[in-house]
């Protein structure tokens, strides 16, 4: 693995001619520390930036192309910042950012969130939904839907999301109420011989934090153990209408959670549940030809009903076309981004 400051020099000639083949420039390695850290503000707080300013002690440098995302330093830590503490902001990166408005998601729609954890895009689309529609998460980790949880109690989104600990290749709820799904009410299904639920903390975020602090300050009744078990929590309806599929490289922490995960599987359960006319946002963080060009190519192959959409909001984006045309490639280098590849599939009535 590179150092995020190895200059192009230092990089091992078998890793460079990796780079070459994935069309990647060295620089981005060098550049690493340079490239912004992004925020993005919870809707309504626009009022709050001159304070948010002062507290983190910088510039909050609006993207001009991505509307509520703010640049800062990368330098600049947010957690331990009362702005994100209290839900006033989210960091995310920007890129990430432009692939959730690629689903250009309105509110009354309905969408999956297929590797969802630990949330940030996840937020961003119960956001845009406004409260309307319905928004279901699904993720193979289970402590990293807690922490998914816990995010989205923590900027009162709670209420918005359904929560699912399950396989993104095989996962097959129907949202409740379907004509297609279960009846209103019912919790949990079955999938592929296995049962799976919804899944919650039972306390609101404040009292965990409430806990949290009783437990450092040395509480006799607050152990580890009192944290409650995660149960089934929900109560949204509705129809499948758009879905995302937001398949992110795995960290080597994800690899040891998930192994044999695979992209194309991903995207292609992603597709089998999205509804005829709906939309489908494919995601990575990964910048290989492999894992992003090559998935879309086999993808495309085996599904006649599939068809690449063009992002129109992405004219004014800092990224480039992908090796098949329609898809999209924010570059570190040129971006000021994480990186990231993006595609959308429309699912055609055949
Ligand atoms: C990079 S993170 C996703 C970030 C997330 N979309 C966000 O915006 O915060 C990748 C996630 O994919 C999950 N994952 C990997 N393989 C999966 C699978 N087969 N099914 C469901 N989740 C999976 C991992 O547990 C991890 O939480």
């Known amino acids: 693995m590179a150092d995020a400051r190895s200059t192009p020099e230092s990089l091992p000639p078998a890793f460079l001619e990796f780079l070459q ?5 060295p620089m981005m390695y060098s550049m690493a520390d340079t490239i912004p850290r992004y925020i993005r503000l919870k809707p309504g707080m ?36 009362k702005a994100y503490q209290q839900g006033k902001i989210y960091g995310i990166d920007a890129a990430s950012g432009a692939a959730v408005l690629a689903l ?16 940030a895009k996840l937020c961003m689309l119960a956001d845009m939904l406004g409260g ?40 097959s709820i129907l949202p409740v109420n379907s004509s297609l799904g279960s009846g209103e ?5 079955k999938d592929n011989g296995s049962t799976l639920s919804e899944w919650t903390s039972k306390r609101s975020w404040k009292d965990r934090q409430k806990s949290k602090k009783a437990r450092t300050a040395g509480s006799p009744h607050l152990t580890s153990t ?26 080597a922490d994800d690899e040891a959670q998930t192994s044999g995960y695979d992209k194309l599987r991903l995207l292609t359960n992603g597709f089998k549940l999205l509804k005829t006319g709906g939309s489908l946002v494919y995601s990575t963080c990964s910048l290989t030809v492999a894992q992003n060009e ?20 992405a004219d004014s984006w800092p990224c480039r076309s992908g090796s098949i045309f329609k898809t999209l490639r924010f570059d570190p280098a ?10 959308k599939f429309t699912k055609l009535q055949i």
Request: hydrophobic share 35%.
């Open 185 to 189: 009410g019912s919790t949990c299904l």
């Open 21 to 25: 083949e994935n069309g990647l420039d």
């Open 334 to 343: 040129t971006s000021q981004t994480s990186g990231l590849f993006v595609a």
């Open 226 to 251: 009192s944290e409650p078990e995660l149960i089934y929590y929900g109560k949204h309806s509705g129809l499948v209408g758009l879905r995302k599929c937001d398949a992110l490289r795995p960290s």
């Open 46 to 81: 626009e009022a709050q930036i001159p304070e948010i300013q002062s507290e983190l002690k910088c510039h909050l440098d609006k993207v001009s192309w991505l509307p509520d995302f703010y640049a800062i330093p990368p330098q600049v830590q947010i957690a331990s910042s």
């Open 132 to 171: 309307r529609g319905s928004l279901t998460g699904v993720d193979v980790a289970k402590h990293r839907l807690a922490a998914c949880r816990t995010m989205l109690q923590k900027y009162s989104l709670g209420d918005c999301c359904r929560l699912f600990v399950a396989d993104g290749t095989s996962f």
């Open 294 to 313: 090559n998935v879309v190519q086999q993808f495309l192959c085996k599904h006649s009903s599939a068809e690449l959409q063009k992002i129109d909001s």
């Open 104 to 119: 250009d998601v309105q509110p009354g729609e309905h969408v999956l969130d297929l590797c969802a954890a630990p949330g």
